[in-house]
């Protein structure tokens, strides 16, 4: 098992602003990751764009990385889960990159239960480009883009994950190591389907409401009386939002993966048969 400074870059500085809620994040995801068990040679990660897409640049070999385009992170990890349905594929990115340009994706990620896992950086803005408003800012918030406040309702990703029967529903926050490191931990050890981790994360430069004081003022870890698979208690949790926000495990499904209801599958890993030559099977029908 390797330590996780072993897992975190020494030599690279993080192009993050000071205070930044990816500094705890990335130390928490490397020390989850060290502690998960999990073969660094059989894992994956997968990102888009964004401040929060830059977390694999931070972490060392030999976990394999694929930097994708902005969205477009899902997509790439449901083929290489598909390809090599034996490797650990681990998503990390931000509101926008995910729930906005790879909103389709995620929707549709989702319904299929495929076996990766998802961490979400939620900082309701577009950091990397300067302030806008991302699909979680709240109603009301300014920026120098949406000047008269934004219109649109925010996004409520735990929601439509939980409607759509996601294995695992969680939220966590960056200002509390021990909490997100827990949660992270837990998302990594899930084995079926679809977990999902989305993380309040401040954004220090251009998100001057959703601060860490204010957060810490308003998270509430579920208690233990939750029952995460009913569904509705669930979705009560999950439109709670202002002066309490509940974290930790949200919803459970037992929801069968997607891996597991593909026949050829079980015959093993696509990657593996192709490079020894499995037969192909002819295409037939009337192709008018």
């Known amino acids: 098992m390797m330590k996780p400074l072993d897992l975190q870059k020494a030599d690279t500085t993080p192009a993050w602003c000071p205070g930044c809620g990816n500094f705890p994040i990335l130390k928490a995801f490397t020390g989850a990751l060290a502690e998960s068990g999990l073969d660094p040679d059989k894992t994956v990660l997968v990102s888009g764009i964004g401040q929060a897409a830059k977390i694999p640049h931070y972490?060392?070999?030999?976990?394999?990385?694929?930097?994708?385009?902005?969205?477009?992170?899902?997509?790439?990890?449901?083929?290489?889960?598909?390809?090599?349905?034996?490797?650990?594929?681990?998503?990390?990115?931000?509101?926008?990159?995910?729930?906005?340009?790879?909103?389709?994706?995620?929707?549709?990620?989702?319904?299929?239960?495929?076996?990766?896992?998802?961490?979400?950086?939620?900082?309701?803005?577009?950091?990397?480009?300067?302030?806008?408003?991302?699909?979680?800012?709240?109603?009301?918030?300014?920026?120098?883009?949406?000047t008269h406040g934004v219109v649109s309702m925010p996004f409520n990703p735990l929601a439509l994950a939980i409607v759509e029967g996601c294995s695992l529903v969680a939220r966590t926050f960056a200002g509390d190591p021990a909490h997100l490191k827990a949660t992270l931990l837990e998302a990594l050890r899930h084995k079926d389907g679809f977990a999902l981790v989305d993380i309040l994360q401040p954004c220090v430069s251009f998100n001057k409401v959703n601060t860490y004081a204010w957060y810490k003022e308003r998270v509430r870890p579920v208690t233990p009386e939750h029952d995460p698979y009913d569904r509705m208690q669930a979705l009560a949790l999950a439109f709670q939002w202002g002066d309490a926000i509940p974290i930790g495990i949200i919803f459970r499904s037992r929801r069968p993966c997607f891996e597991s209801r593909q026949p050829v599958l079980g015959q093993g890993t696509l990657v593996v048969r192709l490079s020894e030559g499995a037969p192909r099977k002819a295409a037939t029908g009337n192709r008018n």
């Open 59 to 146: 972490v060392t070999p030999p976990c394999n990385i694929f930097n994708g385009l902005h969205g477009r992170a899902l997509p790439a990890a449901t083929g290489i889960k598909c390809a090599n349905h034996e490797l650990e594929v681990i998503v990390t990115s931000g509101d926008g990159d995910m729930y906005g340009e790879g909103g389709n994706h995620f929707i549709h990620a989702i319904r299929r239960n495929i076996g990766i896992k998802v961490f979400v950086h939620n900082n309701q803005v577009y950091g990397l480009t300067k302030g806008q408003a991302s699909p979680t800012s709240d109603e009301g918030y300014v920026t120098r883009i949406q």
